[in-house]
Nanobody, 125 residues
Framework: VQLQASGGGLVQAGGSLRLSCAAS????????VAWFRQASGKEREFIAA????????VYASSVKGRFSISRDNAKNTVYLQMNSLNPEDTAVYYC???????????????????WGQGTLVTVSS
């Protein structure tokens, strides 16, 4: 499956953005999909994930209550709605997918075989 992340951009603190992760080549329905991010000079970190066939969602504590992950299987797309953004959210955001992940591994970066190219989110203060 090929993943295409989009929707990044420049936003002021307190603003919102919605990222999209579109899949081609295979249907997304049977895949767990996650969002990770990597800020400059830092390691890539888990943000949010939705399980296979939409079974369960998991969020990092740093974004819980502000970010929401959802999927539209008809459009083969997973979204990350980001609200109340702050400068610490500035990073390149990546989506990832895998068809074999179990719920307990949704936040595990190495569990995902397929990755999108990343989209840059910049939050100004």
């Amino acid at each position: 499956v090929q993943l295409q992340a989009s929707g990044g951009g420049l936003v002021q603190a307190g603003g919102s953005l919605r990222l999209s992760c579109a899949a081609s080549g295979r249907t997304f329905r049977g895949y767990a999909v996650a969002w990770f991010r990597q800020a400059s000079g830092k390691e890539r970190e888990f943000i949010a994930a939705t399980g296979r066939s939409g079974a369960g969602t998991v969020y990092a504590s740093s974004v819980k209550g502000r970010f929401s992950i959802s999927r539209d299987n008809a459009k083969n797309t997973v979204y990350l709605q980001m609200n109340s953004l702050n400068p610490e959210d500035t990073a390149v955001y990546y989506c990832a997918a895998d068809a074999r992940i179990i719920t307990s591994s949704l936040s595990t970066m190495n569990a995902y075989d397929y990755w999108g190219q990343g989209t840059l989110v910049t939050v100004s203060s």
